[in-house]
């Protein structure tokens, strides 16, 4: 890979000389749909796949960026001078915007830069290479300035360009799962403390697999907004009978017996979701812990049904690839990832004959849909890194 990307610099630039080498993964949310906003758990981890970058110092205060993936754009040109939002910069508004947001901080860079970007996070997947663009220019921006930031105030000022420049009002659990990601385990994080912990994903003979619904998620916005506020309505309503901010303060036990305060049918069902979620996120950390696999994927199950039946947030061609999946006794666990209607499962299976299994899936779902899926087999990898000449971590 990095010889590829050494090749797109000298194509792009006409040299190669004291590039520094920098990659941040793409993630995953394994279970724990829906519950960030309402002070619960994500389960996310890091993938193998994600967006790379080299990068030359410069001696003015030129920064000139090329990505491979919208070569079309050709290179994106402005200065340290003026770091303000550009539209016609496209995706370039991402490196950018960090920057801005870096210096907004008194991170102020001195010098320019020229960089390279090229990912293979397949687009529209929903695995978040925004984020992943956004972390491997914050950590090259702090490595060639030698500001030595800490990691978690650079994922914080990656949420923070991205809901304040780019404009997406995003949690933090994407930039944090990319920026603190853990080769082999997960991230048990609560998205309103911060607090974290790392369970250990080995998935022995059984492998993750991601699968596109290629439908686009149209609902995905509006329904976000109408579940946020159906949430609220019911700590509103269940806060006249228990002290709590957020749904997921509260176990399913306690919430049985104050449910009766909730007035309308269906936010008892959105915070019935939120909080069985919640549940089921802890209990996943522990099945990892056990490596009980099965266990795993029946809770990824229940997490899927839940979001069909309480949270309405699947749709038909999510529950199609999930419910075909279902149906193979190879497969472990399925569920939606992600905000819904639209986009992506992600999928325990067994390795053993894994694409006659996949290709069964593909059919059934074509079949219902009329649409193709597109299957990606992931490993859970490193967070945001400096790569050495070698592609590997720089322990310097």
């Known amino acids: 890979m990095l010889n590829r990307l050494k090749q797109i610099f000298y194509n792009t630039f006409y040299t190669t000389d004291d590039l520094h080498y920098f990659f941040a993964p793409g993630r995953v949310n394994l279970i724990g749909e829906h519950t960030d906003y309402n002070g619960g758990l994500v389960f996310p981890c ?62 102020v860079g001195s010098y320019g830069f020229e960089a390279v970007f090229f990912g293979n996070i397949p687009n529209g997947a929903g695995l978040s290479s925004s984020a992943s663009i956004e972390l491997v220019t914050a950590l090259l921006w702090d490595e060639l300035n030698e500001f030595g930031v800490d990691r978690l105030e650079l994922v914080k000022m990656c949420q923070e360009a991205e809901n304040e420049y780019i404009g997406v009002n995003c949690g933090i659990m994407d930039q944090f799962s990319i920026g603190l990601g853990k080769k082999d385990h997960a991230i048990l994080l609560d998205c309103d ?25 149209g609902l995905a916005d509006s329904k976000y907004n109408e579940r946020r506020l159906e949430c ?43 909080i069985t979620e919640n549940e089921r996120t802890k209990q996943a950390a522990i099945k990892l812990k056990e490596g009980d696999l099965i266990g795993m994927g029946q809770l990824m199950n229940e997490s899927h049904q839940s979001l069909k039946d309480d949270y309405e947030v699947t749709g038909e061609h999510l529950d199609a690839l999930v419910e075909a999946a279902w149906e193979e006794e190879d497969v472990l666990g399925a569920r939606m990832t992600g905000a819904g209607f639209g986009g992506c499962t992600i999928n325990l299976i067994k390795n053993r004959n894994i694409e006659e299994v996949l290709s069964r899936i593909a059919k059934k779902y074509e079949a219902r849909t009329g649409l193709n899926p597109e299957f990606y087999t992931v490993e859970v990898g490193h967070g945001t890194m400096k790569l050495s000449d070698f592609g590997t971590e720089d322990k310097s």
Not at 90 to 104: C, F, R
């Open 232 to 274: 609220e309505e019911a700590v509103r309503e269940l806060q006249t009978a228990v002290d709590i901010s957020n749904l997921c303060e509260l176990s399913l036990r306690e919430f049985e017996g104050i449910k009766q305060h909730i007035s309308r049918p269906i936010v008892m069902k959105r915070a019935r979701h939120a």
């Open 193 to 217: 403390t911060l607090d974290f912990e790392y369970a250990p994903v080995r998935l022995g003979e059984c492998q993750l697999v991601i699968a596109n619904t290629n439908k686009r998620r």
């Open 46 to 107: 890091a993938l193998n796949i994600g967006t790379y970058a080299a990068v030359r110092k410069r001696e003015d205060n030129k920064i000139l960026l090329y990505s491979d993936n919208f070569s079309d754009k050709g290179v994106m040109e402005f200065s340290l001078s003026d770091l303000n939002k550009n539209n016609e910069h496209d995706w370039a508004n991402y490196p950018k915007g960090v920057i801005y947001i870096m210096e907004k901080h008194g991170l």
